[in-house]
């Protein structure tokens, strides 16, 4: 068994980023510039933002963060996204979920610029990346492409089961690998919590590549895939001892494994690490750098 330590991969991307960056800065101009919108003061939330700013930080960019009360009015949440919409000091934009429950996630998610959308949640970006097109790409399962990209591990072919059928996550990877991408020309099953236990099981037992994320610690067990399988768990459960672990019961299933997401240091480093790609990619859309 071999780790997909996204730790190591992201760094990678990180300092390539920044060498572009740094490039960009010594002709003259500006940062790269993420504006990251945060609506009360969830836990995690608060531990997700941390991570983006410090991978600003090392990637060269100017990231700065706007707290809004919970309580903040649903109209004056969008007219703060219209704000920086309109700011041309600003490339990408993220609204950190969840939003407060008072709000209409999508709302919010709609109102954010399509080319500011860094998250790759906005119906234009996840349309045109579903039709194969040119978009940001949804975070998460971009970060995971670069991960069995940096890894090599074809998926040309595969049969890849992916668990759990969230908009963030698993609907949008089981698209990305089924696209004629780079990553990806893979066959796809995607199950979801109104999947037969033993539809799954037949699925997951002959899997090439399980994705899994669901948000059940020790929800993959040894005896539901085979030999050789690569395995993303993405799961980030938080227990009450303070540690975090993933979906996998990794101690039993990683026996079995070819390769295999560490959690924490696993998906989550290639999530932010995909927003920063992303971030670039909307500004050097805006400068045409050379
Ligand atoms: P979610 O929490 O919105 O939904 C869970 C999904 O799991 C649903 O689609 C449901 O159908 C499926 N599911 C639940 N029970 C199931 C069962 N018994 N059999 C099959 N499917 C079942 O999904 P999410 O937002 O993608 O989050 C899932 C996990 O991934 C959470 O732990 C979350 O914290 C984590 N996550 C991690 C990252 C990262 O960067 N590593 C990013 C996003 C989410």
Redesign the pocket.
């Known amino acids: 068994m071999k780790l997909l330590d996204g730790k190591k991969c992201a760094d990678h991307l990180v300092a390539d980023i920044a060498g572009k960056v740094a490039g960009y800065t010594a002709a003259g101009l500006r940062k790269p510039h993420m504006t990251i919108i945060l609506a009360g003061s969830h836990a995690?939330s608060e531990s997700y933002v941390k991570s983006k700013l410090a991978s600003c930080r090392k990637a060269g960019f100017d990231g700065e963060l706007v707290r809004l009360p919970e309580k903040i009015a649903e109209a004056e949440l969008l007219a703060r996204i219209w704000d920086v919409n309109n700011d041309a000091g600003t490339d990408g934009l993220i609204v950190q979920l969840p939003v407060p429950k008072h709000i209409d996630k999508q709302n919010i998610i709609n109102a954010i610029a399509p080319e500011k959308d860094i998250d790759g949640f906005h119906p234009a970006n996840f349309g045109r990346m579903t039709l194969g097109q040119k978009a940001f790409r949804p975070?998460?399962a971009y970060?995971i492409c670069k991960l069995l990209q940096f890894y090599e591990i074809p998926t040309r072919g595969k049969h890849c089961v992916v668990?759990?059928?969230?908009?963030?996550?698993?609907k949008p990877i089981s698209i990305m690998l089924s696209n004629d991408f780079d990553i990806g020309n893979a066959t796809v099953t995607l199950?979801?919590?109104?999947?037969p236990?033993e539809l799954?099981l037949d699925e997951t037992r002959r899997a090439d590549i399980v994705i899994v994320?669901?948000?059940?610690p020790g929800?993959i067990t040894g005896d539901m895939v085979k030999e050789g399988v690569v395995l993303i768990d993405?799961?980030?459960?938080r227990l009450e001892n303070g540690g975090i672990v993933?979906?996998v019961d990794f101690e039993n299933v990683s026996k079995k494994c070819s390769w295999i997401t560490p959690?924490p240091g696993?998906?989550?480093r290639?999530?932010?690490a995909a927003l920063l790609i992303n971030t670039l990619i909307a500004y050097q859309n805006k400068f045409k750098p050379g």
């Open positions: 995690p975070a998460t970060g668990i759990g059928r969230s908009n963030i996550v698993g199950t979801h919590i109104e999947t236990r799954l994320a669901v948000g059940i929800f993405v799961g980030i459960n993933g979906d959690v696993g998906v989550g290639m999530t932010v």
